[in-house]
T-cell receptor, first 115, second 111 residues
């Protein structure tokens, strides 16, 4: 299957700082990328959908000013958690699909801990 | 009612057992059905991908879809300790790639 690389795998930051998470499609052009959040022993909660070159579409209840998503190229999308607070601590996962791809491939996830 | 229902488990089986994992759904528009395996603190890994009703086999894994009953299953034969993980069902309509996930079933295969 296609490879999606997510970085960093783990980040610890102080409250009030911003954190950027990168998601790259390594062997295909990702026209659409999705960002999910997952709490312990819970399923994936879709946060937003981003299409290359356009603004992201956020799910209901997700603050677009807090979770900034950029999908500037066909191989890279970034999620920036701005002014992070302890309640933002979670496991964040990206996924990507490409032109003609019916399947969705996931990154390895980023564990964010805000102190 | 959730769109996709999945028993969270945990499900514990002995090594070599046949495992049956299931999901039910309510949205008749779902056309594509997937099973993902997720190890702790890792991203989901696509195991099986099926379109519409029917069976699909890949090694020790068999996926079944019964659209008339809105019921999908994943069978794992000759289960191994390395199969211990959380199994997520996911599905989507014909257009787009926005998936709806089940809550995941935690499986433990014991020696």
């Amino acid at each position: 299957g296609a490879v999606v690389s997510q970085h960093p795998s783990r980040v610890i930051c102080k409250s009030g700082t911003s954190v950027k998470i990168e998601c790259r499609s390594l062997d295909f052009q990702a026209t659409t990328m999705f960002w999910y959040r997952q709490f312990p022993k819970k399923s994936l909660m879709l946060m937003a959908t981003s299409n290359e070159g356009s603004k992201a579409t956020y799910e209901q209840g997700v603050e677009k000013d807090k979770f900034l998503i950029n999908h500037a190229s066909l191989t890279l999308s970034t999620l920036t958690v701005t002014s992070a607070h302890p309640e933002d601590s979670s496991f964040y996962i990206c996924s990507a699909s490409g032109q003609g791809y019916e399947k969705l491939f996931f990154g390895s996830g980023t564990q964010l801990s805000v102190l | 009612q959730k769109e996709v229902e999945q028993d969270p488990g945990p499900l514990s089986v002995p090594e070599g057992a046949i495992v049956s994992l299931n999901c039910t759904y309510s949205n008749s528009a779902f056309q594509y059905f997937m099973w993902y395996r997720q190890y702790s603190r890792k991203g989901p890994e696509l195991l099986m991908y099926t379109y519409s009703s029917g069976n699909k086999e890949d090694g020790r894994f068999t996926a079944q879809v019964d659209k008339s009953s809105k019921y999908i299953s994943l069978f794992i034969r000759d289960s191994q300790p390395s199969d211990s993980a959380t199994y997520l069902c996911a599905m989507k309509p014909g257009g787009g790639n926005k998936l709806t996930f089940g809550t995941g079933t935690q499986l433990k295969v014991e020696l």
